[in-house]
Every structure is written in C-alpha cells, then in structure tokens.
C-alpha cells in the first residue's frame, strides 16, 4: 500500500478555483490508478474522478465534467485535482485514494488507500 497525503482545500467562492494535490509515498506510484473522492455532510462519499495507471486514462463524474480536471506527475509522485467554476454543492471532505493497477472504478471499495481527507468550502 502506499501512504495518502491531500493539501490544497479551503475556502473558495462560487466561481473560483482550487487544485488540490494528494502526495504519495512509495516507490510504486506510477502503477497505482488514482481516485478523488468526496463526502458532504450527512451524505455518502461519492467518486468524482479517476486517473489509470500506465495509460493515464481520465473518466469524471457527471456532476464535475467539464470543470474538473485530474492529472498526475509521477516523477513527484503526485495526483492533482484542479477544481474550476466551483460551486456551493461542491462543498465536501475530499479524498485521494489509490488502486494498484486500478482500472479507474468510481466505487470505493477496489481502492486499498486512502488519504486523511482535505476541506473544500465554496461560499455563495
């Protein structure tokens, strides 16, 4: 497994923008697909966009696409998540998880590791 650190949350207005990043211990971080992952209050967490190991394929839930944008740097061992045009509803914990040799699944079970989580508030 490796070690899941996010940075980059806050406090942002509607409109703004945000880019979160997920550093990643190990060795190996290029043969980990990667996952962000969001929770609300009183809601379950949800996927919002994954990034494949090898191809660096990118697939984004609806609710995001178009404003999202997922990549990594794997010389850094680091996954970005740059958020645009935010929204109050994008408001959540957000998560980075990782799934060895993942094919980019929006579920969260396949993913073996997760980070601690970083606070996205969007104000209106």
């Known amino acids: 497994q490796v070690q899941l650190v996010e940075s980059g949350g806050g406090l942002v207005q509607a409109g703004g923008s945000l880019r979160l990043s997920c550093a990643a211990s190990?060795?190996?971080?290029?043969?980990?697909?990667m996952g962000w992952f969001r929770q609300a209050p009183g809601k379950e967490r949800e996927y919002v966009a994954s990034?494949?190991?090898?191809?660096?394929?990118?697939r984004y839930a609806d609710s995001v696409k178009g404003r999202f944008t997922i990549s990594r740097d794997n010389a850094k061992n680091t996954a970005y998540l740059q958020m645009n045009s935010v929204k109050p509803e994008d408001t959540a914990v957000y998560y980075c998880?990782?799934?060895?040799?993942?094919?980019?699944?929006?579920?969260?079970?396949?993913?073996?590791?997760w980070g601690q989580g970083t606070q996205v508030t969007v104000s209106s």
């Open positions: 998880a990782a799934d060895l040799y993942g094919l980019g699944y929006t579920m969260t079970q396949p993913y073996e590791s």
């Open positions: 190990g060795r190996t971080f290029s043969s980990y697909t």
């Open positions: 990034i494949t190991w090898r191809t660096d394929s990118t």
